[in-house]
């Protein structure tokens, strides 16, 4: 069990990332977060005055290229809801699952919509973590049937960013052998308290135990401890979804989307520099007339007046290391096909050239969809196996992205039947997979219940 003196220790791994999580988080977030944190990320020229820095501060702006692209990934690859079957005799556990799938945080939100979430987290920061957790309990259950009507096995996911996992260690075969999470709150114990406090809470899991610390005033506090869910697992209760370092979209654009941010800020403090033009007098005369739209000048016969405007050859240059820039944000994301427009380079591309290009990004959507579904039969199994289930749980899906192409999978399904293969559940799982794609979106009970369904027909049939 960890010490008091040890549990607001932080990894190293942990301390030599968190600036780097945090500059990840401002350039997928963009907005008013970005510009409040501006100074982090505008550099300053050489010997630039302060109140110029100062002023192009003020009048910054973020062209959020790889927040969009993150955020079209998760809603691409979640256009059709995961499809999960649950085969068991028991009824508890059907009906659980059931539930689960729909609410699995006790707020409310589907298990597909929490996923995508999770995804986001993954492609912004690398990883994200998931926590199992039961309800607790102040008396073991008799039974089953009281452990439900009582809610205790009713297990719930709790999410987790990396900046959250503050510290952690691995056994010899690569399993999390303890970690250590932080959370901190603004609260208010009632609502007309002068000032707010700030809770923190560290939470220390290994295999079998857990212990809670709060903060309240000076050093953490144990304020609970005990087995957790899955100690009967010997297993720490925390579950990550994680991409390869080619997949971590964030990691591999933020450094372009950065120099895209300076590129453009200084192209337009330059193009709003120059539409105030300077007033140039040439005159051999001592001159001392005040300018302005208020005033006027009087000059010699010899003496000229002009105006400094620039000839707009950097600009052209700037303009298209941008454009430069924008496409390499999407290519090193795969996702060249949008990466045109009216401002691209100008090259066109064959239809097949186009079609080879989506082809690679439906190969990372299904990479990005078996870590998902890795992920979340790990959860599903584990949640099972806590609760004691005789269940068979699988995930499929997340491999196909485009709605227009169910009528080729209803043309293959037909092909394969034709064939009249020997064997029942081969059609089962045609059957089902077709009926789990065309009605993604409705309740897992109604999906359950049409899963039933088809093998009661099935069996029937043979």
């Not at 000059?299 to 303009?319: C, K, M, N, S």
Request: charged share 30%; hydrophobic share 35%.
């Amino acid at each position: 069990m960890a010490k008091v003196t040890d549990i607001t220790q932080e990894h190293p791994e942990y301390r030599a990332r968190k600036a780097m999580r945090r500059k990840y988080r401002h350039l997928y977030t963009g907005g008013e977060q970005l510009k409040e944190n501006a100074s982090e990320y505008l550099v300053r020229r050489q010997k630039e005055p302060a109140d110029v820095y100062e002023e192009r501060l003020s009048r910054v702006y973020y062209e959020n290229y790889v927040g969009s692209i993150i955020d079209w990934y998760a809603a691409t690859l979640f256009r059709r809801e995961p499809a999960l079957s649950f085969d068991s005799p028991d009824e508890f556990a059907r009906r659980f699952f059931r539930t689960f799938a729909e609410d699995c945080d006790r707020k409310g939100t589907a298990l597909s919509d929490y996923f995508r979430r999770q995804l986001v987290e993954t492609l912004v920061e690398g990883v994200s973590y998931t926590l199992v957790d039961f309800p607790r309990s102040d008396r073991p259950a008799g039974n089953k049937a009281e452990e439900e009507a009582r809610g205790i096995s009713r297990a719930y996911l709790v999410p987790y960013t990396a900046e959250d996992l503050i510290n952690w260690s691995h056994d010899q075969t690569g399993n999390l052998e303890w970690v250590v999470l932080r959370a901190s709150r603004l609260r208010k114990a009632r609502i007309d308290d002068e000032a707010w406090t700030e809770d923190t809470t560290w939470t220390y899991y290994d295999k079998e135990r857990f212990a809670v610390y709060q903060r309240r005033s000076g050093e953490p506090v144990l304020v609970d401890r005990g087995h957790h869910a899955l100690a009967g697992q010997h297993r720490v209760p925390l579950f990550d979804l994680r991409v390869t370092d080619g997949l971590w979209l964030m990691n591999k654009a933020g450094l372009l989307q950065l120099e895209h941010f300076n590129k453009s800020n200084a192209l337009s403090w330059a193009l709003t520099m120059g539409l105030f033009a300077m007033p140039v007098v040439y005159s051999e005369r001592e001159w001392s007339q005040m300018v302005g739209e208020s005033y006027y000048i009087q000059l010699g016969p010899e003496d000229r007046f002009g105006w400094t405007e620039p000839e707009g050859h950097v600009y052209q240059i700037a303009a298209s290391n941008l454009d430069r820039l924008k496409e390499e944000i999407y290519r090193v994301c795969y996702l060249m096909t949008q990466a045109g427009g009216p401002l691209s380079s100008g090259t066109s591309q064959s239809g097949l050239s186009k079609q080879r290009d989506y082809a690679i990004t439906q190969e990372v959507l299904r990479a990005y969809g078996d870590a998902v579904k890795d992920t979340l039969k790990r959860i599903l199994r584990a949640i099972g196996e806590a609760r004691g289930d005789v269940v068979s749980i699988d995930v499929s899906g997340l491999d196909e992205f485009d709605i227009g192409d169910f009528s080729s999978e209803i043309d293959d399904a037909e092909r394969l039947l034709a064939m009249n293969i020997g064997s029942t559940s081969f059609k089962k799982q045609i059957f089902r997979r077709l009926a789990s794609k065309y009605l993604c979106d409705v309740r897992q009970e109604v999906k359950d219940e049409i899963s039933t369904e088809i093998d009661a027909w099935l069996n029937q049939s043979a």
